[in-house]
């Protein structure tokens, strides 16, 4: 089982989770983020003076999948994330030792 | 004497309750424009002084500041508690509606001009120290500075000074004492370094709602009648504001290429500021033209703040204490006695000499305001400390000054 982590704009969480559900994952976590990667910051503008702001607002989407899951997930995530532009994030994949589900106690690949 | 005028009663009333919403409303001006840490201390700093001064102004405040006078410099105490201050008219001070209700009128006054300096040393300020400040404030510089323009005897009235609704007492005296405060309290830490920005713009643009609605009171309301007076200043008002709105929205359009919502509240309250002590002075023209200066020079001032090093933290000098200095000058050149008889010729009305008595009620009032501040403070700052500890600073006024927060995680 793998864990897969997505930084992605937050505009593009609708796309994301319909392209998702579309393969058959329908469970996710989602975070409302801040950070930069290439991308650095912005200016805002407060009466008159110019500051730089480096933390941009992001979302971070994490899935647990069955390993075999990870190619089809990850394609998915960068077709429907994707802009082009600079800022469309990273997709990190993690191994996970077990998943357990607390209403049943279920666990391995039959509690994701 | 003249017998009571219920219209003008009611309308003095009325601009009383508009001024005192004025005091909430530069709460949440100021409090959208700190961080998410310091919006209840903000809010509790104006908000405090509706009812300290309140009580300082029934003991103390009114008698000091128009009772009768004393030197020309301050009002003797025998209106304490306003005795004597009753429902029949005082001569002087609104001889058409009760004497209680000017007394009302200007205690909300008196409130707001305290609150106004706290914006400079917004977010880092202990509240006892800030209290003990706020009521020796109101007694020693307020009171004095309020009697030498306004009241009858007063040194600067009997000079021809005038100021319709504060450009001087309200409007310098906060900027010059904020101006003081800025020297003695250090920047807050990480200023320079760190992004101090405003938590909550859509709050600070309710504040500059409320603020223009209460300043048809605050201005309309100085004429003391229901009349042509009050209607030119309601009028003078409504156009330095958005005259100043219009301005700094340009301007910075210009300068740094995007206009923005904070610039608009800053034009509107700059250009009500300065237009405060012309109000019932001028014709319609000269309050535009009065809230377009104010618009640029505000705006010039704030800009260039940063290069100075003070962290006048929401710019009470570069908006109320210039809008103070420009709007009391700008008096005696537009000031015209055809639209008030009461008051007195400018500049371009042929009087020349007027511009030099408002230029000495500038140069009295911010240097009696910025050295009695500054003394105040630094015997304070001795006694008590006026600064919260650098872990409540990092830790937010509102957790460690009051233990609540505004927003709940």
Sequence with gaps: MKKIEAIIKPFKLDDVKKALSDIGITGMTVTEVKGHGRQKGHKEIYRGAEYQVDFLPKIKIEIIVETSMVDPVVGKIIESARTGKIGDGKIFVLPVEEVIRVRTGESGKDAI | ?409
């Excluded at chain 2, 001070?93 to 707001?112: E, S, W």
């Excluded at chain 2, 370094?193 to 909550?200: L, R």
């Excluded at chain 2, 105040?376 to 600073?393: A, F, N, Q, S």
């Design chain 2, 1 to 409: 004497m003249p017998p009571i005028d219920r219209a003008d009663t009611a309308f003095v009333l009325v601009s009383a309750a508009l001024v005192m919403i004025m005091t909430p409303g530069l709460a949440v001006f100021y409090a959208g424009m700190v961080r998410t840490k310091n919006v209840l201390g903000t809010i509790m700093q104006s908000f405090i002084l509706i009812g300290v001064i309140s009580l300082e102004w029934v003991y103390l405040g009114y008698t000091m500041s128009f009772g009768p006078d004393v030197a020309g410099v301050i009002g003797d105490l025998s209106w304490f508690g306003l005795n004597g201050v009753t429902t029949a008219p005082h001569e002087a001070y609104g001889p058409t509606i009760p004497h209680l209700v000017f007394a009302v009128f200007q205690c909300m006054f008196a409130v707001i001009t305290p609150a106004l300096i706290t914006g400079a040393f917004a977010e880092r300020m202990r509240f006892g120290p800030f209290l003990v400040f706020s009521v020796l404030w109101a007694v020693l510089v307020y009171n004095p500075v309020c009697h030498w323009v306004w009241a009858t005897g007063g040194w600067l009235k009997e000079l021809g000074v005038i100021d319709f609704a504060g450009g001087l007492v309200v409007h310098l005296a906060c900027g010059a004492a904020a101006l003081a405060a800025v020297t003695v309290v250090r920047p807050r830490k990480g200023y320079g370094s760190e992004n101090f920005i405003p938590h909550n713009l859509p709050m600070t643009l309710i504040g500059t709602g409320l603020l223009w609605f209460g300043w048809f009171g605050f201005n309309g309301g100085s004429a003391l009648a229901a009349d042509g007076i009050a209607g030119g200043a309601f009028v003078a008002t409504h156009l330095g504001g958005m005259a100043g709105l219009v301005t700094w929205v340009v301007v910075e359009w210009y300068h740094r290429g995007k206009p923005t919502t904070l610039g608009a509240a800053s034009g509107a309250v700059a250009g009500l500021a300065t237009v405060t002590p012309a109000s019932g002075f001028v014709t319609p023209n000269a309050a535009v033209a009065i809230g377009c200066l104010a618009g640029l020079v505000c705006y010039a001032c704030v800009a260039s703040k940063q290069r100075i090093g003070y962290d006048d933290s929401l710019d009470v000098v570069g908006i109320h204490g210039v809008g103070g200095v420009v709007g009391t000058l700008l008096v005696g050149v537009f000031a015209t006695k055809a639209v008030n008889p009461a008051g007195a010729d400018g500049l371009l009305a042929g009087n020349p000499s007027l511009l030099v008595s408002q230029a000495i009620g500038v140069v009295a009032v911010g240097l009696f305001v910025f050295c009695t501040s500054w003394v105040l403070l630094k015997v304070i700052d001795r006694l008590y400390g006026l600064r919260v500890p650098e872990d409540i600073e990092l830790q937010g006024l509102d957790l460690g000054e009051h233990s609540e927060t505004a927003y709940s995680a």
